[in-house]
């Protein structure tokens, strides 16, 4: 029996408006024990709004490796791209 609780993956929002990033990982049993550990880890001092967490073995990522292929498609759609849009200098957080 494997006796090391799951890994979970730790996002925090620093502020409404702006994006979770990651901040590290916890062990533990179970989401509420993770978002507990989570907090007391990376929100002691007041520096997050919102946590998400992710179970590590849920989390799929592509192979660097293959980076030119998988990317390298989006390379001819400019239009998707927000250069041709100005903003306004009081807008924050885009």
């Given at each position: 029996?494997?006796?090391?609780?799951?890994?979970?993956?730790?996002?925090?929002?620093?502020?409404?408006?702006?994006?979770?990033?990651h901040?590290?990982?916890?062990?533990?049993?179970?989401?509420?024990?993770?978002i507990?550990?989570?907090?007391?880890?990376?929100?002691?001092?007041?520096?997050?709004v919102?946590?998400?967490?992710?179970?590590?073995?849920?989390?799929?990522?592509?192979?660097?490796?293959?980076?030119?292929?998988?990317?390298?498609?989006?390379?001819?759609?400019?239009?998707?791209?927000?250069?041709?849009?100005?903003?306004?200098?009081?807008?924050?957080?885009?």
């Amino acid at each position: 029996m494997n006796k090391e609780w799951p890994l979970w993956e730790v996002f925090v929002r620093a502020r409404n408006g702006l994006a979770h990033k990651h901040a590290g990982s916890v062990h533990a049993a179970d989401a509420r024990m993770a978002i507990e550990a989570a907090r007391d880890t990376y929100t002691r001092r007041m520096e997050g709004v919102s946590l998400w967490l992710v179970p590590s073995a849920s989390i799929v990522a592509s192979d660097p490796g293959e980076a030119g292929s998988l990317f390298e498609p989006a390379a001819d759609k400019v239009y998707r791209h927000p250069t041709f849009y100005s903003i306004p200098e009081n807008i924050k957080n885009i």
